[in-house]
């Protein structure tokens, strides 16, 4: 069974910080990782995603994120935090078995301090 | 290119009652998953449907069932609401859903409450 755990439910940076948002999974299959973004009220947008190939992957508005097998770990990081960052993220995974049955992450907001 | 759209945006209903909410993909796209959102539970996959078949089923009870036409619009119901049922529903599209590279498209979602 695969499942994914986003350290930390809430994340506060100052704006120009970095911005670290965690994410462990757990799948008995090579996975396909991705990250997306959610704005109050609204549908998610996919920042970036990892299948094969290079493990650091370069997503929108400036996000990266690396994955790392021998830890399985799919951190997202931004160098520099903008206001408009602000918003809540999703890692996901998803097995090769075929169709699109995601598993979503419990979700990290990220507010970001003026 | 128009977006996928859902409609309703909102919607308020009572218990025991039915809902139906409807999810247009992105045109040429035939693959339509659904899934739920709650505060307690977080984002839950529903099922998947591609070419009118429903080929992949999240674990929710019976009550909930969905649709695929033709024309690849999908339609998902709910029937003798509860008041847990209240949630935020994404659809979301894409092109074929075969391969997990794929980048799915979600809509701006619905918004159930159930009183």
């Known amino acids: 069974a695969q499942s994914v755990t986003q350290l930390g439910s809430h994340v506060s940076v100052s704006e120009g910080a970095l911005v670290l948002l965690r994410c462990n999974y757990s799948?008995?299959?090579?996975?396909?990782l991705f990250w997306y973004v959610q704005y109050p009220n609204q549908g998610l947008q996919l920042l970036l995603k990892y299948t094969t190939g290079a493990t650091l992957v370069k997503g929108i508005n400036g996000f990266e994120a690396e994955f790392k097998k021998s830890e399985t770990s799919f951190h997202l990081t931004k160098p520099s935090a903008h206001m408009s960052d602000a918003a809540e993220y999703f890692c996901?995974?998803?097995?090769?078995?075929?169709?699109?049955?995601?598993?979503f992450g419990a979700g990290t907001r990220l507010f970001v301090k003026a | 290119k128009a977006g996928v759209t859902q409609t309703p945006r909102y919607l308020i209903k009572t218990r025991g009652q039915q809902v139906t909410l409807s999810c247009s993909p992105i045109s040429g796209h035939r693959s339509v998953s659904w899934y739920q959102q709650t505060p307690g539970q977080g984002l839950q996959f529903l099922f998947e449907?591609?070419?009118?078949?429903?080929?992949n089923k999240g674990n929710f009870p019976g009550r909930f069932s969905g649709r695929q036409f033709s024309n690849s619009r999908s339609e998902m119901n709910v029937s003798t609401l509860e008041l847990g049922d209240s949630a935020f529903y994404l659809c979301a599209s894409s092109f074929f859903g075969g391969g997990v590279e794929e980048t799915q498209y979600f809509g701006p979602g619905t918004r159930l409450l159930v009183l």
């Open positions: 449907y591609f070419s009118e078949t429903q080929r």
């Open positions: 996901a995974v998803r097995g090769n078995t075929g169709g699109f049955k995601t598993i």
């Open positions: 799948s008995s299959v090579p996975p396909y």
